[in-house]
């Protein structure tokens, strides 16, 4: 039929076109969400908080990223050297100070220039961005899947990933503000990472059976970056507080965080 073609590129632009604007709005709402969420109710409590995203990035990799990541026909030793890659790379990134010169602390006896402080905490920050725009990525790559074997199945997806993205974007806006970042600085900064999103939409579209099988192993670099930020950041600034009256807290607001995932998983898991 002379029609057929012309038809056939029409579908094939309109769900290219669905795909590009769920992933970009998926991104913004979720950014947008998040950053009211942390910036009206959460700004005052940033420090004591680290201890509520430490509970979301190990949450979100361990519960949720990283099973669904196993539960693909990846194979496992892979994906574990993949894991172990990510670990390392994200150290040796540290020690080359490509992300940040050198670790310490507020008040540990030695001595800097004014803002120092504030410059190398700044640096955990930039970690949290490259593992977001990892998962950001792997979100619309699974997006796009979602589009191609079901318009409907894609919206749901799309909606899904925005709700369980937001605890993780609230977690990042945290690590953020905390290494120093400035509000608006930290919103945009996340606004870009959710881009990655775009992109993962456009490359699942068009590597879709060529490239699927990459996913679970972006899922994992994702996972290692967000690991290696609560272990080596985050975790360490809590331990400076060893009191029961800190601690009785950060346990706390450690199990709210895992909470927030493990029901948002549940309520709206994606497969």
């Known amino acids: 039929m002379p029609t057929a073609q012309p038809f056939r590129e029409k579908q094939i632009n309109s769900t290219l076109s669905s795909i590009l604007i769920a992933t970009a709005l998926a991104g913004m709402l979720s950014i947008s969400a998040a950053a009211f969420l942390s910036y009206s109710l959460l700004s005052k409590m940033v420090e004591r908080l680290v201890s509520l995203s430490v509970g979301v990035l190990l949450s979100t990799s361990l519960l949720h990223a990283l099973p669904e990541a196993f539960e693909s026909e990846a194979n496992p030793h892979a994906l574990f050297a993949t894991l172990l890659g990510g670990l390392l790379g994200f150290f040796l990134l540290e020690k080359l100070a490509i992300l940040r010169h050198s670790h310490h602390y507020e008040g540990d006896g030695h001595g800097h220039e004014h803002g120092h402080d504030a410059h190398e ?15 950001n990525f792997t979100d619309g790559v699974l997006v796009a899947a979602a589009f191609l074997a079901d318009p409907k199945l894609g919206v749901i997806t799309a909606l899904a990933i925005t709700a369980h993205e937001i605890p993780q974007e609230i977690g990042d806006f945290i690590v953020l503000l905390n290494a120093g970042f400035t509000k608006s600085r930290a919103y945009a900064y996340n606004l870009i ?79």
């Open 121 to 135: 905490a700044g640096k955990s920050g930039w970690m949290i961005l490259v593992g977001d725009s990892l998962h």
């Open 193 to 271: 990472c959710s881009l990655m999103a775009v992109v993962g939409g456009l490359v699942g579209y068009y590597a879709l059976g060529n490239g699927l099988h990459l996913v679970p192993y972006v899922l994992v670099l994702a996972s290692s970056g967000f690991i290696y930020i609560a272990v080596s950041d985050l975790m360490p600034q809590m331990q400076r507080r060893a009191t029961w009256r800190e601690t009785v807290p950060q346990v706390l607001l450690i199990g709210v965080g895992v909470a927030i995932v493990v029901l948002l998983t549940q309520r709206f898991h994606v497969h």
